[in-house]
């Protein structure tokens, strides 16, 4: 992989432009096609409801609309629903939007979501008051979509891109409430041949930073104040993935097997 050849990035930007030129006398017969695929399908849709801290959260598609709905209630069975986050709302007045992956702060007090009116993966990063209905804007664009959250829900962890390439590549993390120029680098990958992607603990509580190739991974979790902690260091082939339950860490691993074991 060469994703910081800026080379390779305009030949593949060229490729794509030259694939839309090619296709563009079949934009009615793409439209006809989607239609009557859209058609089969049901006109409301309803997810079912996982648990995340103390609510329950689903999403809605509703008939007439072109984005889902995001909602939670206090218990399974779904009565008085909160707006989590509406992305017909969000992308109101765009010929493109996108939504990349939201976060909930363990709190529950708060979203965090990246989002793309543009295509092409460069995402921005918002934060909604779920209960005040208040958007927080950060400034912050250019990033990756992978955001996570720290365990007191004051801090939001995020992965901004190179430039020219659009290579995940830096560990931030922004203070809630703060704006672009607040944020602070925690870790930066310089092998250009690995991406970075961060996440929420299964657990709810912390984050885990991952460095992956096509064949090799390495992890660290995230504590308090952006600490990160290494659990193996990358070795070529060996990949790895955790799960942290009940004070607990699991890794799943191919370390000196063909296949994975726990």
Not at 122 to 141: C, E, P
Not at 188 to 205: M, P, R, S, W, Y
Request: aromatic share 10%; with cysteine.
């Amino acid at each position: 992989s060469h994703t910081d050849d800026l080379d390779v990035a305009d030949y593949v930007n060229a490729e794509r432009a030259y694939f839309e030129r090619s296709i563009q006398h079949l934009a009615a017969l793409r439209a006809t096609l989607a239609n009557e695929m859209n058609a089969r399908l049901a006109t409301s849709q309803r997810s079912t409801p996982i648990r995340i801290g103390d609510a329950f959260y689903y999403r809605e598609i509703n008939e007439g609309t072109q984005y889902p709905i995001f909602l939670r209630t206090v218990t399974e069975i779904i009565s008085n629903p909160q707006v989590v986050l509406d992305l017909n709302e969000r992308g109101q007045g765009h010929e493109y939007y996108a939504l990349g992956s939201f976060a909930i702060s363990p709190d529950g007090q708060y979203v965090a979501f990246t989002e793309d009116f543009l295509g092409g993966g460069n995402y921005q990063l918002v934060v909604r008051d779920i209960n005040k209905n208040d958007l927080i804007s950060t400034g912050i664009r250019h990033v990756s979509n992978s955001i996570a959250w720290s365990a007191d829900s004051q801090n939001i962890y995020y992965v901004g891109r190179a430039e020219g390439t659009g290579r995940p590549f830096q560990l931030k993390i922004l203070q809630l409430g703060k704006h672009a120029a607040d944020a602070n680098i925690l870790f930066t990958e310089t092998d250009q041949h690995f991406h970075l992607a961060v996440d929420q603990a299964k657990n709810g509580h912390g984050a885990i930073l991952r460095s992956l190739s096509s064949d090799t991974s390495e992890i660290h979790l995230i504590i308090d104040d952006g600490i990160l902690q290494l659990v193996a260091p990358r070795s070529p082939g060996h990949r790895y993935s955790i799960r942290c339950l009940a004070g607990q860490l699991f890794m799943l691993t191919n370390f000196q097997s063909g296949g994975f074991g726990l």
